[in-house]
């Protein structure tokens, strides 16, 4: 997972706080069984940075990986706190401790173990009651945790598993990451800089002193929902998301529409332009949004965008049998791809659609790749791949879904198509491709869709 915020000051804080560990200042203390498997490992170090608006106080926090050690500070009053040159130090602990996970365990524990033996002894049908016994014990731990949210809402982590459709890993919130942001929005502090750095006996995946983005697996999987961003990649000038389809890119008018991809970065980055979004993806669309930090940046890769020098592809699964559909722009027999122009513009009688105007529209153009056949929810359905030449308004709608395109709309297309209930707009942006700002280096991104 790409650092959501910048490294360089709390990685300076994390080296003193090593330095602070190897002279006995600050101690390692064991508070849970060392298990055979552990014994001797390495752990990830967490510091952020931030500050406090209410004091006008630089508070930095620290956070061990896991739930079986914990930091504290030797030969002080208060072992996790400390306020040294105007700084406040604080221990952040684990969100729920080793006591209440074992008693969430403790239920099928007995049961878990009779089977195993048993299993051992080569009764292997035993094997599938024994795995549904360790996922209603993994369930029973998962609904110990809840998060703090950027905006200082709750967000649980059965909530987390219910959007994501998949139970993640064990352990998944007891990496430092998710501790140090549980107590930096639950205090309310404005987030200056996050670093991890791997303290310890080399491993074969980690080298002892050095940075690491949070972890894929269990932050990856947290991480989004508690930011409010899945920030793909960020720089001083620059920050990419993967957008969850149902976030308005910019906000819209009224208060009840104020919440965005461009809110939630100023939220997160209050330094930010007032109006930071390049270019736009439709509230139902998915996938990689570029925002700009700076006015400078954001005048570059804005006229980027208009010139065409912005390489775009989508994924989108149509309602059916692309090779069977009405459209006029349908492929032949063996056509496996294409390009479809269109004439459209706004129909200002029932906004936000769009209408065929050849003679007042603006052009769209839109190249198109056949990728195949899925089973969608029981039902054949085609995997499109779109590449947008132009940049108009539900152009990729339209020409999957207008008589003159395709004539097929997109799964969950609520504006031209016939979605069922809940059912999310299956299109996303998956690949951008543009010169840097500053360095002018070209830059590419893919981002796979959730959805097949």
Known sequence: MFPPFPQFTAHHYIQKLIDDLDCGKVKIQQITEVSKERLGSGLMLGCLLAYDKKTNQ?????????????????????????????????????????????????????????????????????????????????????LL???????????????IINKKGKLPPTGTGDCS????????????????????????????????????????????YILPSILGLEIMYRDSALCLINKESGLLSVPGRGP?????AESRLKFLFPDTINQPAVHRLDMETSGLLLLAFDKKSHAFMNKEFE?????????????????????????????????????FRLDPENRPHQIYDEE??????????NLGLINYKGKKCTVVEFIPLTGRTHQLRLAASHIKGFGLPIVGDSLYGNPQPEQRLLLHCCHLEFRHPVSGQLMKFDCPPDFI
């Open 256 to 260: 009840e529409k104020n919440d965005s």
């Open 145 to 159: 945790y809840d998060f703090t949210r950027f905006d200082g809402k709750k967000i649980s982590l059965n909530q």
């Open 177 to 220: 990451a998710p501790k140090l942001l549980e107590y930096a929005f639950s205090h309310n502090l404005e987030i200056i800089s996050m670093d991890e750095v791997f303290y310890g006996k080399d491993s074969k995946n980690k080298k002892n002193g050095i940075s690491y983005g949070p972890c894929d697996e269990r932050c990856g």
């Open 307 to 343: 010139q065409g020098r912005v390489s775009k592809r989508y994924i989108a699964v149509l309602d059916g049998i692309l090779e069977k559909a009405p459209g006029l722009a349908s492929p032949k027999r063996g056509e496996k791809s294409g390009r479809i122009v269109l004439a």
């Open 360 to 369: 007042n529209g603006k052009i769209g153009i839109t190249e198109w790749k």
């Open 58 to 142: 630089r508070i930095i926090l620290f956070a061990l990986s896991g739930i079986s050690r914990q930091l504290i500070f030797a030969d002080s009053e208060n072992p996790y706190e400390i306020t040294t040159q105007g700084e406040k130090f604080i221990i952040v602990p684990p969100l729920v401790s080793d006591e209440a996970i074992n008693q969430a365990l403790s239920k099928n524990d007995k049961k878990i173990h009779e089977l195993t033996q048993l299993i051992k002894a080569g009764n292997k049908k035993l094997e599938s009651q024994r795995s549904n016994l360790t996922t209603e014990s993994l369930k029973n731990v998962f």
